[in-house]
């Protein structure tokens, strides 16, 4: 089976790894890859938002089924273009039409689909530029610190948590002013909730679903969690304080509602949804949807599947995940991201990577990198993710930091203390 992965990232040099072990996966196809993608099938250089590029590229090559790794072609329908296209309609794309995508694609929306659900999830209410000053006497009312969201997608930065009133105010001007373009022309005024995150992520068919491993990620760039958010600087799986029990009730009253929901709103649901989740006290409250897999969570949960991949896409693109038992390895995964010197600011680009062939007990998955015959250059802000899996997680967590030590570019960062707080 010939097979189009569409992405350039982490996620998608995890999702592409275990796509070329199955023997299902004749020729795989990454576009437009990166770096390290290359060693897993062939790189095409394509703009996954370019839809008639893709269209080209399909019908070439004999592509048989499309996996979407980011959120951006969704939200800007990937999957309602094959529908809709008589060469591609019996093509099986894994990722949601753009009336599911919504999940992701508006947080307004997204907070009013769980409200009308029954999904826990924070207080909230949205505004807009006509409505600037009704959302200034709102924050008057709302206990600090209080948290600022633009509802379009704003590469993971449109998230502000504000301290004081004078702050949150200013930041709404702002925002509603266009500091994030036109993903801030709505901003959603939500409640801070305290307490410890984590991530889940089920593939749903539209009926039935299969949940993946969870995973906790760690956003900040600075040891013990300080500083600037970033796209996330590591990631550990299984989830210590994830309990059966635990899981349990975000099956029941998060993930059972959703696909619910999703039924009862007739949206027609095939992908990955990504629930970015708190546990407050025992209860579990949904902060985010996403409408794929997170990164750098993918890199330490799909290291931890044990089944066909391409099986599990087939069986989501046939409607028959009900039927398909999804194992699970039980060793412990952990995740360091290198990144370039200045980010998650102005980053510095075209360093040469040396130490690749140093790992000893870890896989590295690329995300912003590129070869240049055979000399691997950085090329993003996130360049490598280290991925370790072992029986237990302080030596998944040990050795992934010890192997991100053995690469070097000039600037390079990474974390030291990515899983170390849920060491008891």
Not at 219 to 225: A, P
Not at 392 to 419: C, L, M, P, V
Request: with cysteine; hydrophobic share 40%.
């Amino acid at each position: 089976m010939k097979i189009l992965l569409l992405g350039a990232g982490g996620r998608e040099s995890a999702i592409a790894w275990k796509l070329s072990q199955s023997p299902l996966c004749t020729q795989l196809f990454i576009a437009p890859g990166n770096g390290g993608t290359e060693a897993y099938g062939k790189n095409i250089v394509l703009n996954p938002n370019d839809f008639d590029a893709v269209k080209s590229l399909v019908i070439s090559e004999g592509i048989e089924l499309v996996i979407v790794g980011p959120e951006e072609p969704l939200v800007n329908g990937i999957h309602d273009y094959f529908l809709n296209n008589s060469e591609l309609k019996n093509i099986p794309v894994i990722g949601p039409k753009k009336e599911g995508a919504v999940l992701e694609g508006s947080k307004d929306f997204s907070k009013k689909f769980m409200i009308k659900h029954g999904i826990p999830t924070a207080a909230y209410q949205s505004f807009n530029s006509n409505t600037l000053n009704e959302g200034i006497e709102f924050l008057k009312t709302c206990a600090m610190p209080i948290v600022l969201k633009a509802d379009g997608l704003a590469a993971g930065k449109g998230v502000i948590i504000s301290n004081t009133l004078e702050e949150a105010t200013e930041e709404l001007k702002q925002m509603l002013s266009g500091k994030f373009g036109n993903a801030g022309s709505t901003v959603v005024i939500e409640e801070f909730l305290t307490g410890i995150e984590l991530s889940v992520f089920i593939l749903t068919d539209g009926n039935g679903y299969v949940t993946l491993p969870e995973a906790k990620d760690y956003k900040k760039i600075g040891v013990g969690d300080t500083g600037l958010n970033t796209g996330g600087m590591g990631s550990i799986s299984p989830v210590p304080f994830a309990t059966p029990e635990f899981l349990a009730k975000i099956d029941a009253k998060i993930i059972k509602p959703t696909i619910n929901g999703l039924k009862k709103d007739n949206i027609d649901y095939t992908g990955f949804i990504f629930f970015g989740l708190i546990k407050v006290g025992d209860e579990p409250y949904v902060i985010e949807y996403n409408c794929r897999l997170g990164d750098p969570e993918t890199e330490s949960v799909i290291p931890r599947i044990e089944s066909d991949l391409v099986e599990l896409f087939l069986a989501t693109a046939n409607k028959s995940l009900n039927q398909f038992n999804l194992k699970v390895s039980n060793q412990n995964t952990a995740t360091v991201m290198i990144v370039a010197g200045g980010y998650p600011g102005d980053y510095e680009k075209g360093k040469v990577i040396a130490g690749l062939e140093n790992l000893r007990d870890s896989h590295a998955f690329h995300a912003g990198t590129i070869r240049d015959e055979e000399t691997v250059l950085t090329s993003g802000g996130r360049v490598l993710a280290i991925t370790s899996v072992q029986s237990n997680a302080f030596d998944a967590i040990q050795k992934a930091t010890a192997d991100a030590s053995r690469i070097y570019f000039d600037g390079k960062y990474f974390r030291e203390d990515i899983g170390f707080d849920l060491m008891n």
